[in-house]
């Protein structure tokens, strides 16, 4: 079932009065909107989407304390998170920033959002880290061709695309079915499959008897490690991924001056580069290149990242 399917509560009353509640949040009285969600939340107590509608409009309400209860509450009824809960309780102060988001959610937000995620990201949003991770390649390993390019979270493919010319053999793996399967229709990658980074490289569904270690010369994370708190199990991944000599190109969000990462308002994680450097270091990678840039415009203001280019040594 996907976060769309269960915007009705399966209640005609309580969708009316749910309908009612949304009005009055287009409207900008948010206070009146969670007034009536609740009277919803009467008639249907276990619906765990109005709860969390509920949530954001007392957050917007200026009533943290009543959008965290009701945050927990949608814990109680969904407890695999796919609305992102418990981040939304990290960045109200309710509850500790997770190491990494639900996988549920993940998989859930990109599975509703495949079907318009070029447009938006690309036309409305500016968003420019595929082209420009792919120059970094370019201008970092000049050498021919890769033999074997592995992208991890490819989402539609938009790396993909960028690096098909430079990739012997091109193989896509991310968490969304939805958006594999947009990928799947671009005809650019020899290989896609479904991957979860933030598990153990025995569990993450990268290497298979099709699918050995050492196999990449390349490896990308594209706009993928802002779903991702603890860098760890991705560097793990791609350290086992890459062959010796290899490289790994990947994007974050940059923190600026934090030590370690921070989960944003957002519900994306940045950071440090410092950080960065040891997590890429502790696996076995020399960054060469670390590069501040904008990566995408987020409600009218540009979002900074950093760019970086490692070798696995070995």
């Not at 290989?191 to 270690?213: K, M, N, Y």
Request: proline fraction near 4%; include cysteine.
């Amino acid at each position: 079932m996907t976060i769309a399917s269960q915007h009705s509560s399966g209640d005609l009353l309580a969708d009316r009065r749910a309908d009612y509640a949304r009005m009055l949040a287009e409207g900008g009285d948010f206070s009146g909107a969670a007034e009536l969600m609740e009277q919803a939340l009467e008639i249907c107590p276990r619906w765990a989407a109005g709860w969390f509608r509920l949530a954001e409009f007392a957050e917007k309400a200026a009533n943290g304390k009543a959008a965290a209860a009701a945050l927990c509450r949608v814990l109680e009824l969904a407890p695999e998170d796919p609305f992102g809960a418990t981040l939304r309780l990290a960045v109200l102060g309710a509850g500790a920033v997770p190491v990494s988001p639900p996988s549920r959610y993940v998989e859930q937000l990109f599975d509703d959002y495949a079907q318009r995620f070029d447009t938006a990201l690309v036309d409305r949003l500016d968003y420019s880290v595929p082209q420009k991770l792919a120059a970094l390649v370019d201008e970092g390993v000049s050498a021919g061709r890769f033999g074997t390019v592995t992208d991890l979270g490819c989402g539609t493919g938009l790396f993909g695309e960028r690096i098909r010319d430079r990739a012997g053999f091109l193989e896509g793996f991310d968490l969304s079915a939805n958006m594999l399967a947009k990928a799947r229709e671009k005809q650019v990658y020899d290989r896609l499959a479904q991957a979860d980074l933030s598990l153990s490289p025995e569990d993450c569904g990268v290497f298979d008897a099709a699918c050995p270690t050492g196999r990449a010369d390349l490896a990308s994370a594209a706009d993928v490690l802002m779903y991702l708190g603890d860098l760890t199990p991705v560097f793990v991944i791609a350290a086992k991924l890459v062959a010796a000599g290899g490289h790994f190109a990947f994007s974050v969000e940059d923190a600026g001056t934090e030590e370690t990462y921070v989960l944003r308002p957002s519900l994306r994680y940045a950071h440090g580069e410092g950080y960065v450097r040891e997590r890429a270091a502790e696996a076995g990678f020399a960054v060469l290149t670390s590069r501040q840039t904008v990566i995408r415009m987020d409600a009218g203001a540009p979002v900074t990242g950093r760019l970086f280019l490692a070798r696995r040594l070995g």
